[in-house]
Structures are given as structure tokens and as C-alpha cells.
């Protein structure tokens, strides 16, 4: 075990009463498109190792790149949703780095032309009060294949015996969606930083782009970090936790990195710009590797795909399509069905709205149908293992193909 020992902490309060936390979030999402953002390849979870791959997602020479449309519709509805302006023309662009499950040596990205830009995301708090997360910008990439290493303890790649990799998941599409710097947050920055992605994680489903799973890791945060002397207006020195993958780990992992950078910074020292991994069962994070400036990756606009220039007829369309923005529907309904703030919490806390919104569509009174759903529903699911959206859905649920043959042929992208 390398894993490193412990770092120090100071106690929370200690350190909020000498440091303001600055604090900055990069959520990825894996869009929900029946193929991958460059190829025709198919993007089904769970599928054989390496059967959802072709020339253009495995990099091959000559291999030439075409653009998904549904992701690039997806990528601007989010960009609507989270209330930014969106690029008339926007470019592509090489973000160069090796690592062996990135078959081309570099990753398609957007770097300073991202297709939406200064937006804000507004997060309710558990006291009821609202705060304004600010958006600096969402832009469309390529997930990265997926190595496993065999043989370790940890399932890291320290004492593994060897790696394998699947190249499946290259080249599915991602939208990365980054907030700007969250100052005055102080004590409440591991709040916030739930609240944030719990918003954005609502919004997305709504949206119907993506199935947001973090703990299958269709939905990833990255914690930016500094601290800086109470009063003070310069940043401090960031680190950033990689693909913290639960509600629950996104506070703590902020609220760990706070305290471990009061301990660093009140013993005289200096913070290392650095990734770090979070560790779910001890909550803890470790070291990682030291940061990349922006210059490293030396970004250039990616000469095999044309630039983006959606039609303003078309954005348009697609505002107008939007859903209703989750926070807006609950209040709705709660005003229709007449639900006590703590009645309300419950059901949205079990996943039933969906659920309770048809059952009073087909004629039950919202009373009437929240009894059914967190009463008898509720105890025979309970008894079951399941919750209650999961059992209700079971009997119509497709049974999933496993270890099945993927998609071989290759077909331009259509969607
Ligand atoms: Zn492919």
C-alpha cells in the first residue's frame, strides 16, 4: 500500500472562523443518445467488453469523426435549462494527453468556444433559502474508455498484476457543466454543494438526456477547492477531488478538503495544486497527481469535425420545448394537491410524484393517492427490497440483455 497516511485536519468550526472556503464544481454527464458523439457505435451499459467499438471511437488511422446531433441537442437544452447563452458558432477542440484508455492520445473537447456559456443554476437549501450558483460554461467531449486493473487488493493500479481495458464507453457523449468560483459560501459550502448537484441531477432527468446515475458513473462531480483568509480577496491554491460519485460523498469531500487545507495552511504551509481521490469508506481524500495547466494539454481547434453553428430558429424551438424546471413543478403541485410542506418533502423524498401525479390524473384525490402510494404500496414494496418507483415499475420493465453481442456493424450517427 502506497495509499497515503492520514492527513492532518483541523475541527470544521476552527477552520471557518480563520479561512473562507472558494469553492468550484465540475459535474460531467453521460448523455442518455442511442450512439456514441463521433461514431455510429452503440452506447448500451452493461454490454461485452470491447463489442460497442469501431474504427473512428478506437482512433485508427484514416478514421474520420461525424458529428451526433442528438448530443449536440442535448448539450444545447441543458445549456437552455441552465439558463446560458448559447454559441452561435462553436469549434471542437484537441485536449492532448496519453492515458491508455484514450485510444487517440487525445480527447475531443471544447476548450474556449464551448456552446454555452454564463448561466446560473438556482438551488433551494434546507432552510428554504435559495442560492445562485453561477454557470461559467457547458461544452460537449468524449468520455474515455475504462481500465480495470486485476490482481490488487484495492482495485487500483498500485499491486495490481495487470490491467484490462474496454474501449465501450470511448467516445460516448459528455457534457461538462462548470461553475464559476462560489465565494461568501463559508459554513454552508458543503450544503450548497449538494444542494448543487442535486438540483442539476433533477433538471437533467427532467430533461430526459441522461440517466444520472452517479454511482454508475453517467453522473460525476469533481470538487474544486481553496481557502482563503477570512476577508481576504485572492484565491488560494485549489485542489480538485476526482469523480465523487454520491449526494452524501459531495458534502463531505468538501467539508474534509476545508479542513484539511486549514490544518496545511495554519501549520505555515502551502497547498499543492494536485487531484486528488476520494475515499467513500473512511471519507477521506489521498493525493492523486499534480495538476495540469491548461498549456499542457496544448488544445488546437480539432480539424476533422466542421464547426457548430445552430440555427437561432432551432435554439428557439428547442426553449420552447423545455420542461417545466423540477423546483417550479413541485411548488405546482404541491399548491394543486394541497400537501403539508413535510406531506410534500416525504413523497418527493420516495420518488412518488411521477407516480402520484398519474394516479390523480386518473381520477383519485391527491389525498387519496398519496395514501396509496406511502401506505400500502410503500409496505409491500418495503417488504419486497425495493423502493416504491422500482416496484411500481417492475412488471412493465424490459428484461436487459447481458454479456450479449453488441452492434457490430458500423452506421453513420443518426442520433
Ligand atoms: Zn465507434
Known sequence: MTQATTEATVPYEEALAAYDPVLGLEVHVELNTATKMFCGCATTFGAQPNSQVCPVCLGLPGALPVVNEKGVESAIRIGLALNCEIAPWCRFARKNYFYPDMPKNFQTSQYDEPIAFDGHLDV?????????????????????????????????????????????????????????????????????????????????AALGVSDVRMEQGSMRCDVNLSLMPTGADRFGTRSETKNVNSLRSVERAVRFEIQRHAAILASGGSVTQETRHWHEDTGITTSGREKSDAEDYRYFPEPDLVPIAPAADWVERLRESLPEPPAARRRRLQGEWGYADLEMRDVVNAGLLDLIEETVAAGASPAGARKWWSGEIARRANADGRDVPAYAAAPR???????????????????
Open 124 to 204: 433551494e437549501l434546507d432552510d428554504g433559502t435559495t442560492y445562485r450558483v453561477l454557470i461559467e460554461r457547458a461544452h460537449m467531449e468524449e468520455d474515455t474508455g475504462k481500465s480495470t486493473h486485476v490482481g490488487g487488493a484495492t482495485g487500483r493500479i498500485h499491486g495490481a498484476t495487470h490491467s484490462l481495458v474496454d474501449y465501450n464507453r470511448a467516445g460516448i457523449p459528455l457534457i461538462e457543466i462548470v461553475t464559476k468560483p462560489m465565494v461568501g459560501a463559508g459554513e454552508r459550502a458543503p450544503e450548497i454543494a449538494r444542494a448543487y448537484v442535486a438540483t442539476l441531477r433533477d433538471l437533467l
Open 397 to 415: 420493465r424490459d428484461p436487459r440483455p447481458c454479456g450479449g453481442v453488441g452492434v457490430v456493424g458500423h452506421q453513420r450517427p443518426t442520433q
